[in-house]
């Protein structure tokens, strides 16, 4: 991946990925996926803040399925 594209990932991983899964498959080092799944996971949280405030347009904020990619990621370190 070009660095241009994972600054991008960093920044909004919605905008190179389309779901956490992908980020998982990606030929990238595991320290750059679990940097990209936490800034989406955190991302996710300030969205699931807004709509807990009725101030989205009902996106998904998806933290379930991305929290599943980090503990993946996670044990497939631990293997």
């Given at each position: 991946?070009?660095?241009?594209?994972?600054?991008?990932?960093k920044e909004n991983p919605t905008r190179v990925?389309?779901?956490?899964?992908?980020v998982i498959a990606a030929d990238?080092?595991?320290?750059?996926k679990a940097e990209i799944?936490?800034?989406w996971e955190d991302e996710a949280h300030q969205l699931q803040a807004a709509a807990n405030e009725s101030m989205?347009?009902?996106e998904s904020s998806r933290l379930g399925e991305i929290r599943r990619a980090i503990?993946?990621?996670k044990k497939s370190a631990q293997d």
């Open positions: 991946m070009k660095a241009s594209k994972m600054s991008k990932a990925f389309d779901t956490p899964a992908e990238i080092p595991q320290k750059e799944l936490k800034n989205t347009g009902g503990d993946a990621l």
